[in-house]
Nanobody, 121 residues
Framework: QVQLVESGGGLVQAGESLRLSCAASRNIFKRNAVDWYRQTPGKQRELVATISTGGSANYADFVEGRFTISRDNTENTVYLQMNSVTPEDTAVYYC???????????????WGQGTQVTVSS
């Protein structure tokens, strides 16, 4: 069983920075892509960033160069560096990984319980 634990959220002012962490109970990030999602009340969870097994990163359009996703395989940790945050970034941020178990691409989805980010103006 894989467990993911997010941390690093908090209350910050617009324009400031914070760094979110996602720690895994097993060394799974090396072989699997990892995502950061976020969710606000009344809205669906939306993808923020993805890092591939090769280290390539993809971001949602609203990131606009402000965030960076990275991975430390030796520590089983994935990070989301958030700079120049705005009130629209206020959300619960979740770490996600899908572990593929067959050649058809089926697998198990693992989610953390989230960390709250609140940005005041």
């Amino acid at each position: 069983q894989v467990q993911l634990v997010e941390s690093g959220g908090g209350l910050v002012q617009a324009g400031e920075s914070l760094r979110l962490s996602c720690a895994a109970s097993r060394n799974i990030f090396k072989r699997n892509a990892v995502d950061w999602y976020r969710q606000t009340p009344g809205k669906q969870r939306e993808l923020v960033a993805t890092i591939s097994t090769g280290g390539s990163a993809n971001y949602a359009d609203f990131v606009e160069g402000r965030f960076t996703i990275s991975r430390d395989n030796t520590e089983n940790t994935v990070y989301l560096q958030m700079n120049s945050v705005t009130p629209e970034d206020t959300a619960v941020y979740y770490c996600h990984v899908k572990v593929i178990v067959n050649v058809e691409g089926a697998g198990y989805d693992y989610w953390g319980q989230g960390t709250q980010v609140t940005v005041s103006s």
